[in-house]
């Protein structure tokens, strides 16, 4: 049960921030929201499974590209949302049949290369999305705050949704398998695993994700434009946040989220021009001193404490 | 008698090389028997072209009559045929009771994750690992891990249980307890193929021994029968030994 | 008759774009690293290059040696110091690793060179070449050659040379060679140091051909990227062909499609070989 309490005291510091926190505060909250679900969907492959997945940014453009379009056609915000999740989610069972049998780096190739293609064809498809020109989304008719309040609210369902799923797979048969999986694939086809069935259940619950929350985005931001919303960084930022809370584990995506987004927030204040070196100056310490996440160091110092008691 | 097991003419190659070549064989219900062979005779690769890992690429192979050929591995493990590996494949930093609970999950038809793990323990105990339980696989000596691969495979529910040089690296009392387990399985109705390459150790539990030479199978036959062949003596010992032995 | 000057810029193209990829897929292949730096490091060769040139009037074919030598000593202590201590991780972990390193590096020369795109112009070009309808800039066939030369001096030194049968010695068994007296932490250092020289080595000679930016970094590893797997990873005449094939691809796509859509073209041809033959169009079986 202890899971559970943690998501309802996670919820309700959230929920406190548009009562106490002004502008700035609701901002940080929602982009915190917004990592933190991209950082628990990505952990359905990356973690679970093992699969070294660069595919979010795909997803993530997807969802945008699909909820933007939708509502340029005049349909309602909400349903624009859930028909990114489920586009993605089917896209991603097509592409995931036709990849998830590459392994390690061939993998991580082809989810790249996916997102190359994807942010090309939208490029293309002008007629539809504008090209490079970009799409404006405007919500018309609403109060600037509460729209603030509004896109608030959606992420941290959204965030809060992913973590229950997570809960609930990590406990159930398809969490066992994936992370029988992630330790030794042909084993665990020879244990009777239907590995495809499950690395494509994976595969789709991330982009489901992802792309719901890139769908929010758009409609957040209300103008998006291909390399804005394929930013490989996408892919990049979500697996960084996973690393630093600890691989595979259920609150360690949103802790990496949390300190993943004081770390860009301290370094864009402070270090502009060179915020990037000192992003991958963190990523090059994590992987080498942190491996096993702030997780990791936290549980081992609370075991050891136990121990000595 | 309808075979459990039955393989018809069945190949495989990798590319040039043929690692199994046109094998026929039955295995019946209850039975314990030896599948032999040199190192390198293929005797690995016919267990991975029956568990679907490495198809056939030619023939047929049939379990409880219904053909397997082209059958993925994981269907045909969730249909009773189990494996045991040569080189133990546990999941390293599961638990030992996680990893016998996946087995019956998946392959052995435990309703819900509670009835797996209650399973599980039963067959830890069957095995001797019951103290092991909560232990992460990886820590395991390598007869514990062996013994692992025994409760793995039993938590499958299998009907064929086929055991891939479940004694190498063990020493002689290790081996006498292995082989005691394996009665215990046998006795509980399992059908068992022994895959070994030291004879001595398949004759205490074997009733039919099965001998593999060069991908082909040169001899199938009660013990002293097989043991008692020119071809098998040849495979074992070299041409000369068999020539001056005058068989 | 215009098909003849198509294919002629493609070959010249693909020797150049075989330099690029031929020292990621010894990385690659030799010890699973993929070096997300690579790109980087080929516009670190055009920098030096470019200097060289407009400082001290050294021309970019002599700077190969030079930006080799200097991307070498990088590539090695990137290796010996930082890759080496996880490179019995997942993949994920040397992955992550090199691309935070790219990260770092490449934001260094964006703030140290600038962003805006820089050309070598040289002052006493070689001419043109002219063979029937085909003309072509001497600067560049030369270019072509010396990269293509650069590759088979490559080739040689892993087939002849002791460090050479190492290398190979690593990349086919990593155990075996450490247990038959291979001093494989030294062998990866000098693999990513070779593979990092003729990044060096390749962007010197890119000079010439592209307008210099940090920016550049990413569309010269996706060419690494694609490359690799058309061709089949880790292997020289691998890196040949398909950097050959890259370039004639993307020169009769320019055409065909109009060259904004290059790289969807080779990107999508990257997907559908993964799928279908992912040893590359030539090669045995590549991946783990």
Redesign the interface.
Known sequence: MKPWLWLVVFVAACALVPVFGNNYALRLATIMCLYAGLALSWNFIGGMAGYPSFAAAAFFGLGAYVSAVLQSKGLPIGVTWAAAGLGATVFAALIGMAILHLKGHYFAIASLAVVEVLREVVNTAEDLTGGGMGMNIPLPGMPVDVQARLFFFAMLTMTVLLLAVTIVVSRSKLGFGLRCISQNEDAADILGIDTTFYKVAAFCLSAFGVAVIGAIYASWVQYIEPPDVFDILYSVKPLVMVLLGGLGTIFGPVIGAVIYLALEELVWRNFLTVHAAVLGGLIVALVLFLPNGIGAVIRDRTKRAAVRS | MTALLELRNVSRRFGGLVAVNDVTLKIAEGEIVGLLGPNGAGKTTLVNVVTGVHPATGGQVLFEGRDITRVPPFRIARSGLARTFQIVQPFPKMTVVENVAAAALFAGRAEGMAEAFEAARRHLDFTGLGDAADQVASTLTLAKRKRLEFAKGLAMNPKLLMLDEVNAGLNSAEVEDAMRLIRKIADSGVTILIIEHIMKVVLSVSRRLLVLHHGELIADGLPEEVTNDRRVIEAYLGKRYAEKAGR | MIYFQVLANGLVLGGLYACIAVGFSLV?GVL?V?NILHGTFIVLGSYIALFSYNLLGIHPFVSVVTAGAALYLIGHAVQST?VN??IA?????T???T??????????M??AFKADYRKLVLENPLGQLEIGPVFMPLDRVAAMGLALLLTFLLYRLLRDSRIGRAIVAVRMDREAASLMGVDVSRINAVTFGLGAMMAGAAGSLLSIVYPISPLNSGMFL?KA?VIC?LGGLGSVPGAIVGGLALGIIESFGAIWFGPE?A??IS??L??LI??FR?AGLIGKRG??
């Not at chain 3, 991780?89 to 972990?93: G, T």
């Not at chain 3, 691309?99 to 260094?108: A, E, K, Q, V, W």
């Open positions: 690659w699973n993929i930082l201590r996880v991780a997942p993949v994920l972990m992955l992550t690793l691309f935070g390193l790219d990260l770092l590096l490449n934001n260094l964006l703030v996706g990227f797997v859509h790289v969807t990107f999508a990257l997907i993964l799928i992912p991946f783990e």
